[in-house]
């Protein structure tokens, strides 16, 4: 196993802990540690196997199996609703952990529904995008899953389930300091409960929430000894560019980076189709995103203003959608997310990661921006760099 990958995939893990995504579930595992019933182990160890399964073979199961991509997830949604419940009402907690009474454990009761409760956590917990993600969830997605991806998946692994134990153990030497915590057991339940059933319904209609650990994110990569390919015919300047992207600060100016690849193994479109080469002569920015992806939802409304203020001067954007998880290759979830984003530009859906390996992304949101020969002469990835970008496109519309 190379050692290199898991400590790629351990940075990862820490870094998607830290991150937005882990704010709809941070209350149920601070809570989980402050309930002096349920112990705080089995719930983190049930979110990160479930996690780290589906992540690395859900895309390829669910490909095999005759089930709607979303199954997984709605399946989870559910779960985690009855959980919720269970906490605040104790007796249907019992029927609901009737079916694993008999499954052996070091403790009863508590401890099994806290591991059924991380599990159900690890369906719905939706962590940020980035190289080592990509990666992993690509090579599930395609079924080119190596020794490589499981050392990133297991590094992944032990990265999140260290610091959401922090989390935890934080929660639960809080309640064993203050008196308030100790005496008011039967209310941590319940706040539990409703918490869990709040999570649910904030997954279930797309809640978002503010980034504060962009800039973590960017320091943290940089310290990474190489990135992940996730194509292997890119072209050299392009792959070039892309890397600078990933580790380094947006340029501010505009960059040598080959041609633009094609649009390839697009399966549908979300309003008017486009091709790069019927768009010659005007300036494209090509936008690669999934719409469970917060940092995303962040980055569009930028692409849409941009688009609103240079569209008559020849500025032509191009969405990919390229899914991170199974239930985002759901054509009518891209078609709802466009809708709910006001999205005005067509989308090209890459659920065959074609689009996606012909340019070498490696990253969610990642922007590439071509000037009107056909040349990739800016790349972006992630949030940020949005003044460096919108003065490229100023320049390249004002370039002859």
Known sequence: MDVALVLIGLVGGVITALSPCILPVLPVIFLSGADRERRP??????????????????????AALPLPPGTIRWAGLVALVLLGIGLIVPRFEAILEAPFARLPQARAGRDRGGFVLGLVLGTVYVPCAGPVLAAITIAGATGDIGAG??????????????????????????SQRVAAFRRRQRAIRVASGVAVVLLALGLTFGVNVPNYATALDHEFQRLLPAHVPTGSDVPPALAECVGQALYTEPPDESQDCGPAPALTGITDWVGTPVTLAGLRGKVVLVDFWTFDCINCRHVIPHVEDWYAKYHAQGLEVIGVHTPEYSFEHE??????????????????????????????????????????????????????????????????????
């Open 41 to 62: 182990y089995p719930v983190v160890a049930g979110l990160v196997l479930s996690f780290s399964l589906l992540t690395l073979l859900g895309a390829a199961l669910l």
């Open 331 to 400: 054509i009518a979830g891209v078609r709802r997310a466009v809708a709910r984003e006001g999205i005005t530009y067509p989308v090209a859906v890459d659920n065959d990661y074609g689009t996606w390996q012909a340019y070498g992304v490696q990253a969610w949101p990642s922007l590439f921006l071509v000037d009107a020969m056909g040349q990739v002469r800016h790349v972006a990835v992630g949030e940020g760099g949005y003044d460096e970008t919108e003065n490229l496109i100023r320049e390249l519309l004002t370039t002859p």
């Open 149 to 174: 991806t499981i050392a990133l998946t297991a590094g992944f692994a032990v990265g999140t389930g260290l610091t959401l134990m922090v989390f935890a153990l934080a929660g639960r030497a809080v």
